[in-house]
């Protein structure tokens, strides 16, 4: 089946520094790509749709200038946390959807999520 | 997306059948409902979705009311491994695919 790859799946980094997330569709192209957050003990919040070749749709409430996503090719997709700060201590995750998986077309694969501290 | 109501937790013994409910009562004819699980600290899994017709696969099944207002998940023979939070979704299957999270059913499984 289709398969996500986040890449750090943790970091540590000091404020005022920026932070860079990859995602991966390994076996499969993804034009469009979602970028989560997750605080402790609560749901997924989406942040924006990362579309290839063009910009971002963000959410509203997330500030474009500091959530930079890149979506340069058809399996990858970047998140860049620009000067952190530890409010941006967080669960990312992202997902994708296999457009070419037939019945499972409609699914949304996830990936194991990168857990950044801000310190 | 149509908005989803699940019980924030439920306790099954494990062995037992796991039934978790989900209400969508404003739900379109053309949304799906969807079903994902997010084990501690991992990324969210995909377990099962369904429009109509009640589903089954080799994790789950899902029943939908005829009226289409409210599902069950099932899972027929609850492990420990099944402790996670089980999530809902209700939306239409467009090209994008973008999923809104509510706060899900905490599930615990116990001895």
């Known amino acids: 089946g289709a398969v996500v790859s986040q890449h750090p799946s943790w970091v540590i980094c000091k404020s005022g520094t920026s932070v860079k997330i990859e995602c991966r569709s390994l076996?499969?192209?993804?034009?469009?790509m979602f970028w989560y957050r997750q605080f402790p003990k609560q749901s997924l919040m989406l942040m924006a749709t990362?579309?290839?070749?063009?910009?971002?749709?963000?959410e509203q409430g997330v500030e474009k200038d500091k959530f930079l996503i890149n979506h340069a090719s058809l399996t990858l997709s970047t998140l860049t946390v620009t000067s952190a700060h530890p409010e941006d201590s967080s669960f990312y995750i992202c997902?994708?959807?296999?457009?070419?998986?037939?019945?499972?077309?409609?699914?949304?694969?996830f990936g194991a999520g990168s857990r950044l501290t801000v310190l | 997306d149509a908005k989803t109501t699940q019980p924030p937790s439920m306790d099954c013994a494990e062995g037992r059948a796991a039934n978790l409910p989900c209400n969508h009562s404003t739900i379109s004819g053309n949304e799906y409902v969807y079903w994902y699980r997010q084990i501690h600290s991992q990324g969210p899994q995909y377990i099962i979705h369904?429009?109509?017709n009640n589903e089954t696969n080799e994790m789950a099944s899902l029943i939908i009311t005829e009226d289409r207002k409210s599902s069950t998940l099932i899972l027929p023979h609850a492990t420990l491994r099944d402790t996670a939070v089980y999530y809902c979704i209700v939306r239409v299957d467009t090209n994008a695919g973008k999923s809104t999270f509510g706060d899900g059913t905490t599930l615990t499984v116990k001895p």
């Open positions: 076996d499969f192209q993804a034009t469009t």
């Open positions: 997902s994708a959807r296999d457009l070419g998986a037939g019945s499972g077309a409609n699914v949304l694969t």
């Open positions: 990362s579309n290839e070749g063009s910009k971002a749709t963000y």
């Open positions: 369904g429009l109509k």
